[in-house]
């Protein structure tokens, strides 16, 4: 099939203009964990109370938390047993104008489910950074993956925040940040055990990805880091791992061009990367700015590569401008190989600088699940497949059963705002959408109002249940509140159902990006 | 004087009964810590929503927090070192139906203050109770100060809460309530190191009151425990300990009846205890009530002896019906002996049972800064004198600069309602007024709208300061903000100019009973 001829970008679908916009808010709120932050202030009543003004609240969160054996309404299922973690950006000080909310300290959050009990925790990640700005009272790392403005006091140190993503490998919890090596940290405690990771020296990129995959024959690590070889290198390391840590693998590729390789996917045997134009921007980082801007007009890339092999193979399909940050899921099939990505037609974020100065458009940013493909036959493919898969749903964040990560599935969930709203005069709910791909269906739990929901995890029902049977889980936060959370846990086959258990949470917690369900298998038992 | 000619009763005052109501309902939060409880419906959209119903929120609180360097409002005095502990009750299962929020588990906070910065942190005291009732997963101790309901599993713990005040003693952090002996907790991690401290074995009473007093010459702990030969025993155990934890005296009396004796006053020369009708009542606990009820129309009785002593020279002075739990301050000179309480003319709590069924009286409950004394020099005298000194200022929460707790002193604070609202309509601001003993007159400082404030208190700006130059400090809970807190530091001697520095958190915190600054001279180095 050609680029264009099952695609349907946002700008002509069915919904509005003011959809939209709320919908590219949403994601763009999720993403930066900061959704409860732009809210705080519908907390504070309309008309201006006599007196001291009123309060404006701190500028930041960073509240560590525990809260032991949690409130339950509904019941926890008996065959939930793990722990969901999550990460996210809680600056440790104030960001500095013209910083993104994509910087500030990683702080992860677990929710441990045992026996129909929850126990929540929540920790920094204490890498280099963290307790450099500790030490110092102050922030030393400025500005976003620029490290010109770096405090000199801080030379040598990572600059990895651990904010975005976090997996488990080999008995650790991996923090992720795809500039900069893991940190590991204990799956009970959430202590810092090593805040620049290398794997005992197997690490040679400089970089790990955010979004490592599960190879579903062997349970590898599969992963890769770019910028591999330092700050504006076109250099990307793709490599494999045992679930006892032993690296089996690796190839080295060059890219096209130094642009945002925030996911990637690995299926049965392909090496899939998407060059997308928020590229490396050398004139504004020297002026101050952050490590990307958006350029119009651009090519994409879609690169595929043989695994196993030196990556020599590689090809690097051109494609129109686009956007994809991430991966719902991707197999090969025959002759084709096929990603499902977030797909917009420009820049999703509007707070990532577009290059030609021109206003961001939040229509042009919104992202519907599309899937991207080519036959891999071909000695030199000429283009590849783009195909809306479901125009109505707006969002970002689509995740799978990741027991299917290199495989065929069928289901994928995404949080979206209702693509149906009842009442078009109030902000559309923030939903779950559940999409059976063999179909092309899709099943919708709508939270509550005031209520933004997070990215969802799913976790399955034990290690025997067939594909999407289990639980769907996420974070649910309520502005009427002070933005306080709740977990919502729902049957992934049934979300249309509602919660059958809401572990309530009596605060805020911090933000999250991404989350990732361990089950209680794969965590060591306590210390004494 | 005479017990009448200089007291004037809440309901013969200026204000009027809705101003007492709202007073009253304030006190009773505060002391229970669940202000933010109780206003957390308020923060409900008003209108019933489309869609689900919105979250009901959590019924427990329960977050041990950390912030690491807080964010601050103004200027945090480079001559304020040390730290603010508070502690208050933080059930940890919902109260059983009847039970009063004196129950719960003590949750204790701590703001540490050093270098122009705060770090925050707070932890649950792992008492044997809370450790008993983790493990089981439920309430094990369901009723206030009633044995007979303990789950059989319990027998032979304490059955210590440790959340009513909080005091620094021989290196260690000591949790208290008044029915058990302290917890003895770390002054740095708030780690519990031992959950029934009885100071090397010193301890004879059962017992150790939540109010122990500062020799203002020696720093000598001067403290009691009532009920100290057991459940509804009328022996009461007073002692003094040195600095680094020796008693050094100890004296047994016997009060007329058991009354809630929760407070206590001690001067240079003389111990006063003061018997309340909040009474022991054994049928009201057969039924499944709690430990107390009012008995309306007893007698209160001023009970004094000399220290140094064997009690047995105790004089009981019998007075009419009245309350007072907390001691603002007390001294001797010549033939007198005087104590400022905040005084009431029945029940102060209303959740605390009428004994005769009668309705509770919020006027009547309502209280305020009153002096009693005795002529010490009369053989048996016959009547103490009562005089309200505050009549406009309501409130049961009265501290003083706790270097003169045995001496002669000037100053005292308590938090309050506006005693003179400017706006009648809405309801009264939350205040902290400092009282001038010597001039009778006082200054006020008013937070904000929807702002509710804890106890204060006073830290002297360093061991030289005259009485009262220091700082005055308290948490402000924000309604509108989902209970959100901040600390408030006054200029003590200044205090209607507002805040010097706000210490903002991003959430609500535990509640407070009662709080007490350590100076950092007494906290050790952190251990490695």
């Known amino acids: 099939m050609s680029s264009k001829d099952k695609e349907q970008p946002a700008a002509s679908g069915a919904v509005d203009r003011r959809h939209f916009i709320a919908a590219a808010a949403g994601v763009g709120a999720a993403l930066a964990g900061r959704e409860t932050l732009a809210q705080a202030p519908a907390a504070q009543p309309a008309a201006a109370p006599a007196g001291p003004p009123p309060s404006t609240g701190p500028r930041l969160f960073r509240a560590e938390l525990d809260v032991t054996d949690c409130e339950v309404e509904g019941k926890i299922p008996a065959d939930l047993n793990g722990a969901f973690y999550r990460t996210g950006p809680d600056p440790q000080y104030p960001l500095r104008p013209g910083n993104i909310p994509f910087d500030g300290e990683g702080h992860v959050t677990m929710f441990r489910i045992e026996n129909g009990r929850v126990n929540f925790r929540s920790r920094f990640v204490r890498n280099e950074r963290y307790l450099a700005q500790e030490k110092a009272g102050k922030i030393l790392f400025p500005m976003y993956r620029n490290p010109y403005l770096d405090d000199p006091s801080v030379k040598g140190l990572s600059r990895g925040t651990h904010n975005t993503h976090i997996i488990h490998h080999n008995g650790k919890l991996l923090a992720l940040k795809e500039d900069s090596p893991p940190a590991a940290m204990d799956l009970n405690t959430l202590e810092t055990l090593d805040p620049v990771y290398n794997f005992n020296g197997q690490l040679l990129s400089q970089t790990f990805t955010a979004h490592p995959k599960t190879d579903s024959h062997t349970g590898n690590m599969l992963a890769f880091g770019y910028e591999a070889k330092g700050f504006n290198t076109t250099d990307v390391n793709v490599f494999e791992y045992t679930p006892d840590g032993r690296k089996v693998w690796e190839a080295w590729v060059n890219v096209p061009y130094v642009g945002m390789l925030h996911d990637f996917q690995m299926t049965e045997k392909y090496v899939m990367l998407y060059v997308i134009p928020l590229a490396f921007d050398q004139a504004q ?43 719902m899921g991707g197999f090969d099939d025959g002759n084709m190989l096929y990603v499902d990505v977030e797909m917009s037609l420009s820049n999703p974020f509007g707070f990532m600088p577009m290059r030609d100065g021109s206003k961001w458009d939040p229509v042009r940013g919104a992202s519907h699940i599309t899937r991207l493909s080519v036959d891999v036959s071909k000695k030199t493919p000429k283009e590849y497949g783009i195909e809306t898969l479901y125009p109505d749903h707006v969002g970002a964040l689509p995740r799978q059963d990741d027991r299917y990560n290199t495989v065929p599935y069928r289901y994928g969930f995404l949080p979206c705002p209702d693509p149906a709203p009842r009442d078009p005069s109030k902000r ?46 996420g974070v649910a936060s309520h502005n009427n509140e002070g933005g306080r959370a709740d977990l919502v846990i729902l049957d992934a086959e049934h979300i249309d159902q509602g919660p059958i258990a809401t572990v309530k949470l009596p605060t805020r917690i911090a933000g999250q990006i991404h989350g990732w369900w361990v089950p209680g298998s794969a965590i060591p038992p306590k210390r004494a």
């Open 285 to 327: 980082i020297e002026r101050g700015g952050i490590h990307w801007s958006w350029y119009s007009g651009q090519p994409t890339y879609f690169g595929f590569f043989r695994r196993g092999g030196d990556g020599k193979d590689v090809k690097w399909v051109k494609g129109p401008e686009r956007s994809a940050t991430h991966m």
């Open 428 to 473: 559309p709910a923030s939903c779950y959408a559940r999409f059976d791909l063999q179909n092309r269906s899709s099943m919708l739990y709508r939270a509550g109002e005031g209520v933004q929901l997070a990215e969802a995890c799913f976790a399955p029902k034990g290690p025997n249940a067939r594909e999407g049977e289990g639980y769907l889980m």
